[in-house]
Structure formats: C-alpha cells, structure tokens
C-alpha cells in the first residue's frame, strides 16, 4: 500500500510543528515580560535579537528541555527491569518481551548490528546514551543561561557581580530545575498508572479496551 509522505511521518511533524509554534509564541511572550522588565528597572529597552542571547531566555528554554531528556532517559533505562502490573507502559511480569531478545544479523538489521562488537554493544544501549547526552548538555545550558541572568538582574538593578560558585548556592537555579523535574516525574507516574484501568480506543499508549485491568503491557 503506497501512502503519503506526510502519512509516514505525520506523528513526527505534528509533533515537530507544535514545538516551532509554542516556541515562537515562548519567545515572543518573554521578549515583551524581559521588556517589561527592563523598562520598568531602568527605561532601557532590549531588543528580541538581543532578548534571544539573553540569560532570560537561555535558561527558560533549555530548563525545560533537561527535564523532558531525563525524564525520557530514565523512562528508557528504568522500564528494562522495573514492572508495574496491569500497566500498558511495562514489560510483562512473567513471560519474555521480544526486546529482549538477542540481536541477529540479518540484511535489513542497522548496519551496527551487522557489524557487531563494540559496535553493537553501544548501539543496543544508544537510546539511553542519546538521552543522557542531551540531557547533560542541557543542563549545563541551563545552568549557563540561569546564571547569565541572574548577572543581567543583579546589573539592571546596581547589585555587584556574583560567580558561579556563590550562585550555585542561591535557590533560584535548583527551584527552577526541580520544580521541572517534579513535572515531569508525576507526568510518567500518570501514564504508568492510568494505563491500567483507562482505555484510549486506536492508541499504541493504551491497552485493547477489553483487557483485564491487571493484564500487564499491550
């Protein structure tokens, strides 16, 4: 059956559109609340190309980001061995799941696969890899951008500079990275536990609408 390139994708670039949208529609909404800001502490104004290498709207972007990558990474590396019963999300109790399986070469198999060794030792773990990695190079962006705005106050209102260290020790970096990371940590217990007694008829997320509550996975 010969389908769209739009049908093959459409998940992917839904997904993808509504991030460029909610990210263009972020940015303008900062830009104007900085402006604010700015006009109001001392008459200045900032424009959106200088908004954009902000600290403002480093931190208020890549804050987000590192929780959804380490919610993502630890979702990965802890449904290989943790289970919860009657939940859509995990891995059955008892019987072998086909992801477990030992990878075979076959002419279709990722050319890691084909290769093996090294190679397919780190790409059979590369999802959890890939998370981790974004998820550190977002935080230290975070990290970055919290600081370097935390400087842009401190100098818009006359208070002298702080290094990093001594901001490490402020409360505002750590409130804005937990109060993400609590989010995103009661998001997946949601979906883990919803799943067991509610349906959503056609979703892959979901279990056939007639299963038993405590039949585990799809």
């Given amino acids: 059956m010969k389908t769209s390139f739009f049908y093959r994708n459409s998940l992917s670039i839904v997904f993808l559109t509504l991030f460029v949208c909610a990210m263009?529609?972020?940015?303008?909404?900062?830009?104007?609340?900085r402006l604010a800001e700015y006009q109001e502490e001392a008459g200045a104004?900032?424009?959106?190309?200088?908004?954009?290498?902000?600290g403002h709207f480093i931190a208020a972007t890549l804050e987000n980001f590192q929780s959804e990558f380490l919610q993502m990474a630890l979702?990965?590396?802890?449904?290989?061995?943790?289970?919860?019963?009657?939940?859509?999300?995990?891995?059955?109790?008892?019987?072998?799941?086909?992801?477990?399986?030992?990878?075979?070469?076959?002419?279709?198999?990722?050319?890691?696969v084909k290769k093996g060794g090294w190679r397919l030792h780190l790409y059979q773990n590369s999802l959890s890899i890939a998370f981790a990695v974004l998820f550190i190079l977002s935080w230290l962006g975070h990290l970055y951008g919290s600081y370097k705005s935390f400087s842009e106050e401190n100098l818009l209102k006359g208070k002298p500079p702080v290094g990093l260290g001594?901001?490490?020790?402020?409360?505002?970096?750590?409130?804005?990275?937990?109060?993400?990371?609590?989010?995103?940590?009661?998001?997946?217990?949601?979906?883990?536990?919803?799943?067991?007694f509610l349906r959503q008829k056609g979703s892959p997320e979901s279990k056939p609408v007639d299963s038993p509550h405590m039949e585990t996975g799809k």
């Avoid at 263009?24 to 609340?33: D, K, L, N, R, S």
């Avoid at 104004?45 to 902000?54: D, Q, V």
């Avoid at 919860?84 to 076959?106: F, M, N, Y």
């Avoid at 409130?175 to 998001?187: A, K, R």
């Fill in 45 to 54: 104004y900032i424009s959106l190309a200088s908004y954009l290498k902000s």
């Fill in 75 to 112: 979702y990965v590396v802890l449904t290989i061995s943790l289970r919860q019963i009657g939940s859509a999300e995990s891995k059955s109790l008892d019987k072998p799941e086909e992801v477990d399986r030992t990878p075979v070469p076959h002419p279709d198999a990722p050319i890691c």
């Fill in 166 to 196: 001594k901001f490490l020790t402020e409360p505002q970096f750590w409130f804005e990275t937990f109060q993400n990371w609590q989010s995103e940590f009661l998001s997946v217990a949601s979906i883990v536990i919803l799943t067991i």
């Fill in 24 to 33: 263009i529609a972020q940015t303008y909404f900062g830009w104007q609340e």
